[in-house]
């Protein structure tokens, strides 16, 4: 690869950007050495924006950095799992709340096209994933709450780490088109318990696939 070309946000940026899509598609396995002279070498940069996305990336979650060993890609325990999927449980079951209680109709219409974007795609778990987790960002973004959105997007980085788990788990994806389903209904009822509710069994099943 040539030469990275400096984008209007700094050269570290465009590199952890890179490396996280690489970590997210197991280019970068859980547990890899990342080899920062490699690296370097391929994107035809020093070494110094590489240890700078690094330290973005560790400070994400994503990267792990061991004295004297270098930067490996972290490696999600199973108590990881259960304590990422509790606080997003906690943190997206209170904006499903919010939504129902306040959203606009034509806000509670924009997560209803993309819903049924959502099931159109169940036969497709990478286009599955990727519409699922727009639906969960734009119910946070209309509930408003910009330090809420910014720990869940924190969240879900660590969780993307072990997604392919939870995705080949057998009828999981029809299972989890069903629970939006029943969130949806709840959004579109005004039911205010019922969008807690149906929020929180959705992640309590994902971290059972997940585990």
Known sequence: MSALSLSPRALYEEVAELLRQRIFSR???PGSWIDEMKLAEEYGISRTPLR???KVLAAEG?????VRRGAYVT??????L????HLLSLLESDAAGVVAERASDAQIAELQTLHKQLEAAAGNREKFFTINERFHMRLLEIAGNRWRDQMVADLRKVMKLNRHNSLLKSGRVKESMLEHRAIMEALARRDVKGAVKKMQE???NGLEAAA
Do not use: C, G
């Open 52 to 54: 700078e996305a690094l």
């Open 62 to 66: 994503l990267v792990t950095m061991k």
């Open 82 to 85: 259960t304590d990422v999927y």
């Open 202 to 204: 959705h992640f309590r």
């Open 75 to 80: 490696e999600v325990s199973e108590k990881d």
């Open 27 to 29: 280019q970068l396995a």
